[in-house]
T-cell receptor, first 111, second 114 residues
């Protein structure tokens, strides 16, 4: 079945540091890939998405590229801020309805 | 636009008690779902529905019931709560036009079963 594997956290960074969160997937067919973010006390929000190989999703300074050859969708940001402290989830959808989520990576950015 | 509304935000139950977690959306979404979120395990799908009168099981359905009598509402019932059901529960909805339609989440219900 479909599955998503994320790097384990927690990750602690200083402001303006570079952030990478690794995500790899297993799926039948050609899934759509997503990164969701969960800020403290809130539900998940879509951060970015990519729907086909070599697509790059981007939003709020975050980027992720759909790499079919390595079945990966790593999340990157060049200069993090304290406000980026959150839990980040990689997810995929390979049919009409269901999303499969990774375990989530907690990121804490210190001033 | 309220989006997805979940109630209550917090709940404490004793083992064996029953309760219903409420979820409502005002976006006319066909698809609604319930997830539970546990540390180190991400979100796991409990039940989902693709329209009024239609429900199906997700990855972890045991101990939970759902119904979908209207497009707007998708309640989750715990018939006899167990400590293993201590978790944070999220309701989510989206339209079903394409697989890349984004999922809208409620703010969650934190449930503790003693």
């Amino acid at each position: 079945g479909d599955s998503v594997t994320q790097m384990e956290g927690p990750v602690t960074l200083s402001e303006e540091a570079f952030l990478t969160i690794n995500c790899t997937y297993t799926a039948t067919g050609y899934p759509s890939l997503f990164w969701y973010v969960q800020y403290p006390g809130e539900g998940l929000q879509l951060l970015l998405k990519a729907t086909k190989a070599d697509d790059k999703g981007s939003n709020k300074g975050f980027e992720a590229t759909y790499r079919k050859e390595t079945t990966s969708f790593h999340l990157e940001k060049g200069s993090v801020q304290v406000s980026d402290s959150a839990v980040y989830f990689c997810a995929l959808s390979s049919n009409d309805y269901k999303l499969s989520f990774g375990a989530g990576t907690t990121v804490t950015v210190r001033a | 636009n309220a989006g997805v509304t979940q109630t209550p935000k917090f709940q404490v139950l004793k083992t064996g008690q029953s309760m219903t977690l409420q979820c409502a959306q005002d976006m006319n979404h066909e698809y609604m779902s319930w997830y539970r979120q546990d540390p180190g395990m991400g979100l796991r799908l409990i039940h989902y529905s693709v329209g009024a009168g239609i429900t199906d099981q997700g990855e972890v359905p045991n101990g939970y019931n759902v119904s979908r009598s209207t497009t707007e509402d998708f309640p989750l019932r715990l018939l006899s709560a167990a400590p293993s059901q201590t978790s944070v529960y999220f309701c989510a909805s989206r339209s079903v036009g394409t697989v890349e339609e984004k999922l809208f989440f409620g703010s969650g219900t934190q449930l503790s079963v003693l």
